[in-house]
């Protein structure tokens, strides 16, 4: 199995380079606010040299919805993406995958969008149109992630562990509730809570809008998970320590949720399992 490793930090980049990760995943600026590491498009050969160097492959991921009239602003810049010695490009823009196809690009394409992809037969869809790898979306069932893996291990990659997005809006929501109770510089990382049950929330506020992520990590255990030619592993507010001893168990072949509590300050549950009632996370 080929791992991803996100990359949030500069300061992180060097030790990233000497972990056992497969692929390493960064961003490109303007495109992917905090979630990633992010990259100016003149730095960007200089950062695959980098990568490549260290026996690692290279991802720029492009998370967000690219809105028409950046991509009209931007269309040189992504042309240029299209043309570097990268070996992945992920997505979660549909558009942006025929563009780089349209350009000619060397890179595998991946697409990667939370919620689209619910079937393999949604999949098979998107690999017509020219990608060569699909993630499906994080809040189906298990059994229905378990389709996929045992219908198209070679092109499906699954987000083994982390956390994950579950909305986000191009609107300024925080900054905008804080101009209305007269808040200035106020802080753009918050946690959440509801008021009805326990649960809890990271928002983060960046140049591509507001975006809401689940404060608790997804950890797929199954071996059919982990027989998969690719698996994705998001570190967004997760210590670095913690995510590199995630790839040693994965390398190990001791990838369990227990082994991940051991290490983890976070809540850790299995995805999401069918019930009489419904859904349900699983322990």
Not at 71 to 91: N, V
Not at 175 to 188: G, L, Q
């Amino acid at each position: 199995m080929k791992c991803f490793l996100e990359v949030n930090s500069k300061l992180n980049f060097q030790k990233l380079c000497e972990s056992n990760a497969d692929v390493l995943v960064f961003g490109l600026h303007g495109f992917c606010g905090d979630r990633l590491m992010s990259v100016m498009i003149d730095d960007l050969d200089d950062v695959i040299h980098q990568i490549h160097a260290s026996n690692k492959q290279a991802c720029l991921f492009f998370p967000y919805i690219i809105l028409q009239t950046q991509f009209k602003e931007q269309e040189s810049t992504l042309a240029r993406c299209a043309r570097a010695a990268l070996d992945f490009i992920a997505s979660g823009d549909v558009g942006l995958g025929y563009f780089l196809k349209h350009n000619q690009t060397q890179s595998k394409l991946i697409f990667m969008n939370e919620t689209m992809i619910a079937s393999p037969m949604d999949a098979q869809t998107f690999l017509e149109t020219g990608y060569d790898v699909i993630a499906p979306a994080v809040d189906i069932t298990l059994e229905k992630k378990k389709s996929f893996a045992q219908h198209m291990p070679k092109q499906v990659i699954f987000q083994l562990c982390g956390t994950h997005l579950i909305s986000t809006s191009k609107r300024p929501l925080l900054s905008s509730y804080y101009d209305v109770i007269n808040t200035p510089n106020a802080p753009k990382h918050v946690r959440m809570r509801e008021l009805s049950r326990e649960a809890r929330y990271f928002g983060v506020e960046d140049d591509q809008g507001f975006h809401v992520f689940h404060d608790s990590l997804l950890v797929l255990e199954d071996p059919l998970f982990l027989a998969c030619d690719y698996g994705y592993l998001s570190s967004l507010f997760i210590p670095i320590e913690e995510t590199l001893v995630w790839i040693e168990l994965i390398k190990q072949n001791n990838f369990t949720i227990d082994n991940v509590k051991k290490h983890s300050q976070f809540n850790v549950y299995a995805g999401l399992e069918e019930t009489d009632k419904g859904l349900e996370a699983g322990t």
